[in-house]
């Protein structure tokens, strides 16, 4: 079995309230950093934990952290982005609804280490039954005294807040969930400067994903030397996967980094394969903004080797062969799946998200809604392909936020992989209503590499 | 420094205002407009929809411009533009949850609610759209009814019939 921390006790009846949380051992990383380590060495803890951001970027936390400016007399702020939005992730709304304890541990933790006296956590509207929980959390561990005015007699002073988003993907985006945090539309800010020096109010702020924070709590608790021994390379520690799609047993999983994407989608530990007797067909390994894979290049390497989740692994390859881990989302299409289609839909969520800021975004997602729609429907030509492809390419880097590549790369690596599915439908308009393109060559072995 | 306890009030419920109150001391002072939001939630939750009327009196509750209220209100989908059904059926269309049948889902419902996306029933009580994604991939088909957001997963046509009765019953 694989070691778990985020989810070691989450089938422990209770163990969304505090006294089972505690019993079995919650906030005693709270009592280790106030009462011995202190903020820098917490700081230095995660540091060594090797621990990457878990939204989708993969930026090390400590070195984040570090960043953070710290002026005499300014107030800093640690917010929390629970405004988990990405197609295929819901991994921190599990965390939030079955473990709220942990999250609200490692804010107060990330926060004492910040030097941050109130902090925020950002959710997004939808998740008004997890805004509860979270509140009730909140509520408790104030009431035990881990919360408020100086924590465990150690002087230090903690206010913590649930703020509700309300329905905004973009607001997921560090800097346009700070403006919505501060009441108004999600407009992603030019960079620099950085949250870091000028964030929620203008005041230095750290914006980490839930799951991050959540991570802090075992790297205080055991030390980040133990949580770096886990995982692989520079990919460390446990990762909380969302399985979904056509997948037998769909969820969340805590795997170790370097588990093998084979072992995942087959083994009956994890996702225990394809249901319906189907084949597998491509997967989108990290939410929907990262390239899609097919099967062959899911499962091995272009250079014959076995994909591991991993940050390093997925990304092998670059975008030509290879992925992204992204934020853990995991889809899984089986061979009844139109890749067309769901290209489509996708175009059709950034269009949707999109916040209008930015030309290339605003009218380049629409343009390509638009001709996916028509290809979908029969009415595409081949000149629609290149054409897709093109303006992909000038949302690409084009923009201030990353909204734009990632509604750019799910479109480009479509058609990178899947060309000929695309031809399909322009050459078969009329069939290509009524079946599925179906698995082609995607789930064959890949040939043995070629030198050049 | 703007001070929300001398603004003037509008006539919300006392109850309402208790509330909005609480919303805005979680903000630093000054920054109540952060408040909006939240308390944007709390008003709808009362009335259903998000009316002018009711975006002019926030705004005077946070001492900010209408058009402050008005901007955010368009920007973020959650918020009703125009009076709903009382029970909004609000159905994941996003690409994992389409993998595993949302849009049959959403032609059922409509079929049985016998409206359009968007429209509202003759008796009032719903109405029905499509929404991104819900984050609850793993259990999909999903659909949320406001103002609780309680999620209704994994649905099937049986599931749907057995949630409309009982809305209709409630």
């Known amino acids: 079995m694989a ?23 919650g906030y005693r990383a709270v009592e280790k950093a106030l009462k011995s380590l202190g ?231 994890y996702c225990g394969g394809i249901p319906n007797g189907k084949r597998l067909k491509a997967v989108v390994a990290g939410g929907s ?85 028509s290809i979908e429907h029969g009415q595409g030509s081949y000149s629609d392909i290149d054409l897709l492809v093109n303006v992909a390419k000038n949302i690409e880097g084009n923009t201030i936020c990353p909204l734009g590549d990632a509604a750019a790369w799910p479109v480009a690596s479509a058609i990178r992989h899947f060309r000929d599915e695309f031809e399909w439908h322009i050459n078969n308009p009329q069939e290509s209503q009524n079946r599925n393109f179906g698995l082609a060559h995607y789930a064959d072995a890949l040939s043995p590499q070629v030198d050049s | 420094m703007l001070s929300v306890k001398d603004t003037e009030k509008g006539d919300f419920s006392p109850e309402l205002i208790a509330k909005f109150d609480e919303i805005v001391a979680r903000y630093p002072e000054g920054q109540q407009k952060s408040a909006l939001l939240p308390i944007m939630h709390e008003v709808q939750a009362q009335e259903g929809w998000m009316s002018v009327a009711s975006m002019d009196k926030i705004a005077t509750y946070l001492k900010i411009q209408p058009i402050e209220v008005y901007e955010v209100a368009t920007f973020y989908t959650m918020f009703f533009l125009r009076p709903q059904g009382k029970y909004v059926l609000e159905v994941c269309r996003t690409g994992p949850c389409c993998l595993v049948g949302a849009e049959e889902i959403m032609e059922y419902i409509e079929k049985k609610l016998g409206v359009k996306e968007g429209e509202v029933t003759e008796d009032g009580l719903f109405s029905w759209r499509g929404v991104e994604c819900m984050a609850a991939c793993g259990a999909g088909p999903v659909l949320h009814i406001g103002p609780e957001y309680k999620y209704h997963e994994n649905l099937t046509e049986e599931s749907i019939d057995k949630l409309i009765t009982e809305l209709k019953n409630k």
């Open chain 1, 3 to 25: 070691r778990k921390l985020l989810l070691e006790h989450i089938n422990e009846p209770g163990i969304e309230t505090f006294e089972v949380y505690r019993r079995l051992g």
């Open chain 1, 39 to 269: 903020p820098g060495g917490v700081l230095e803890e995660v540091k060594t934990s090797g621990l990457r951001g878990r939204g989708g970027a993969g930026f090390p936390t400590g070195m984040k952290w570090s960043f953070l400016a710290k002026p005499e007399g300014i107030p800093r702020h640690l917010v929390c982005n629970a405004d988990e939005s990405e197609p295929g992730t819901f991994k921190d709304r599990y965390l939030m609804t079955y473990n709220p304890h942990v999250l609200i541990e490692g804010m107060i933790v990330s926060s004492f280490a910040l030097g941050a006296n109130t902090s925020y956590i950002y959710v997004r509207g939808e998740m008004m039954v997890q805004i509860r929980i979270l509140e009730k959390a909140i509520a408790e561990a104030k009431a035990a005294g881990f919360l408020g005015k100086n924590i465990l007699n150690s002087g230090y002073d903690l206010e913590l807040y649930v703020h509700p988003g309300a329905g905004a993907y973009i607001c997921g985006e560090e800097t346009a969930l700070l403006e919505s945090l501060e009441g108004k539309r999600g407009n992603p800010r030019i960079k620099p400067p950085f949250p870091a020096v000028s964030g929620l109010y203008g005041r230095p702020t750290v914006v980490n994903n839930v799951e991050s924070i959540a991570a802090v709590v075992s790297i205080v608790n055991d030390g980040g030397e133990e949580y770096a021994k886990i995982g692989i390379g520079r990919s460390t520690g446990t990762k909380l996967i969302s399985a979904g799609g056509n997948l037998k047993n769909r969820g969340v999983y805590e795997i170790e980094m370097g588990l093998s994407v084979e072992e995942f989608i087959y083994s009956d530990e």
């Open chain 1, 289 to 373: 903004s990262v390239p899609i894979l097919p099967a062959n290049l899911i499962l091995k390497t272009a250079s014959g080797e076995d994909r591991l989740m991993s940050y390093e692994s997925l990304a092998e390859g670059g975008f030509q062969t290879g992925t992204m881990l992204g934020s853990g989302g995991f889809i899984a299409f089986d061979e009844d799946q139109c890749i067309v289609r769901n290209t489509w839909n996708f175009t059709r969520f950034y269009r949707h998200e999109s916040c209008g800021q930015c030309s290339p975004c605003r009218e380049g997602t629409g343009w390509m809604d638009k001709v996916l729609y």
